[in-house]
């Protein structure tokens, strides 16, 4: 399901996760890797591509991809539009739990990112952060930045976390599904119980 306007959601019925993040910084590429689907959400190199919100049904709850922000040369009524559909959302939906707060590992932290952050403070909404594309940089300089964000992050507010991420080399999943999986009180995926019993 797509909305272009905050009146075009769907009924604020069940539990919703949103991803939100900086334009091209791997949001729908991360909800597809999370989900283990190849499009789910459309990925594309032109940066601003999903400009509605997406909605896409869960048992019982929703995982909701949200337009990209920060992208240059877009006209100022684009951006206002933008920040009506998703500062709407991120403020007045009320089944929205929680918001994964999505960041090029290279450029983490960017004032809409923070902006983003402090919508969730205000609302006592949970934040999580996904530094992704961690392929592009060595083990060490991932887990430096992941360090600095995790400080930064826990002075603005404790309950906040972050973790490394990519969607190519399939970093962090098991972590995102574990943190959406409680936010949206999912339950545990049948391969993993399958899994577990096995074990046994
Ligand atoms: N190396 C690498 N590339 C990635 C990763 N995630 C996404 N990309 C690439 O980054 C580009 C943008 O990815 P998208 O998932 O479409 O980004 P988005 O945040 O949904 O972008 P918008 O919808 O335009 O806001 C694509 O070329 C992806 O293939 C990652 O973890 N590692
Ligand atoms: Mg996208």
Redesign the pocket.
Known sequence: MSAARFAQLPEDSVPEAAFV??????????MNAICQQKSL??????????QLINLFDLQNARLV?L??YG?AQVPIKVRDAWGALVGGYVQKRETLRGLIV?MDIRHPLTELDVQMLEWCRGRGLKAHVLL?????LSFGAAKNTLLAVTAELAAFDASMSAQT?????RIGLDVARAKLTEWLQLQPPVVGIAAESLAE
């Not at 992704?132 to 592009?136: G, L, Q, S, V």
């Not at 991420?165 to 080399?169: A, E, G, K, L």
């Open positions: 993040g900086r334009s091209n910084a791997g949001k729908s590429s991360a959400a459309r990925v594309s190199k032109t940066p601003g591509r999903t991809d337009p990209g992208f999505v992704t594309k961690a392929d592009k991420f990519s969607s190519p080399d």
